[in-house]
């Protein structure tokens, strides 16, 4: 089944506590991306990949790292957690970027809190 | 630089009602449009897409969408919603390269 999992699901941290979170998507999809969701602010993208070793800022990169080492693999570091980073994560992968068939296709979601 | 403008954050209906839920973008270039829905604590699935040819699309669950060039609108309808319809809408727009910016997001409420 074609699918972008992401892991965990539910994460509850301490500020300044490192984390990862990771997205996996078995399309071999050559775009990825991060976005955050908060309520009243819809979706903002934090990084995106255009394949493996390529990867740039989206609107609201602060705070965070990704790397993209492997295409099927697009993990979201966060160095030193904050309050403010309490939010909803969505991993995304499409064919890529420029066609024009391209959909997204999201991972279920992860929710982290950071206290 | 490419925007999308969901008006309204939360419309309410009642169970067999039409519902019409408003999206207006700007782009410069030439767009492609999207709707998604997600239900509660599950990500984001894509309902119907624009890229070109007819303006009137057709997407799951009995969604349509008419994407309106002059107006630069892509509003989302169903002439009769469900109980099980009830879940958050965002529309989307990508221009050339460009990558997904989204709406804010409607969350359409059906009640019985």
């Known amino acids: 089944e074609a699918q972008v999992t992401q892991n965990p699901r539910y994460l509850i941290t301490v500020t300044g506590k490192k984390l990862t979170v990771t997205c996996s998507q078995n399309m071999n999809h050559e775009y990825m991306s991060w976005y955050r969701q908060d309520p009243g602010l819809g979706l903002r993208q934090i990084y995106y990949?255009?394949?493996?070793?390529?990867?740039d800022k989206g609107d609201v990169p602060e705070g965070y790292k990704v790397s993209r080492k492997e295409k099927r693999n697009f993990p979201l570091i966060l160095e030193s957690p904050s309050p403010n980073q309490t939010s909803l994560y969505f991993c995304?992968?499409?064919?890529?970027?420029?066609?024009?068939?391209?959909?997204?296709?999201f991972g279920q979601g992860t929710r982290l809190t950071v206290v | 630089a490419q925007s999308v403008t969901q008006l309204d954050s939360q419309v309410p209906v009642f169970e067999e009602a039409p519902v019409e839920l408003r999206c207006n973008y700007s782009?410069?270039?030439?767009?492609?449009l999207f709707w998604y829905v997600q239900y509660p604590n599950q990500g984001l699935q894509l309902l119907l897409k624009y890229l070109s040819g007819s303006t009137l699309v057709k997407g799951i669950n009995g969604f349509e969408a008419e994407f309106n060039k002059s107006q630069t609108s892509f509003h989302l309808r169903k002439p009769s919603v469900h109980i099980s319809d009830t879940a958050e809408y965002f529309c989307?727009?990508?221009?050339?390269?460009?990558?997904?910016?989204f709406g804010k997001g409607t969350m359409l409420l059906v009640s019985p």
């Open positions: 995304a992968s499409s064919l890529k970027s420029g066609a024009v068939n391209t959909e997204a296709f």
């Open positions: 989307a727009v990508r221009s050339g390269y460009s990558t997904l910016t």
């Open positions: 782009s410069s270039v030439s767009v492609y």
């Open positions: 990949s255009m394949n493996v070793e390529v990867t």
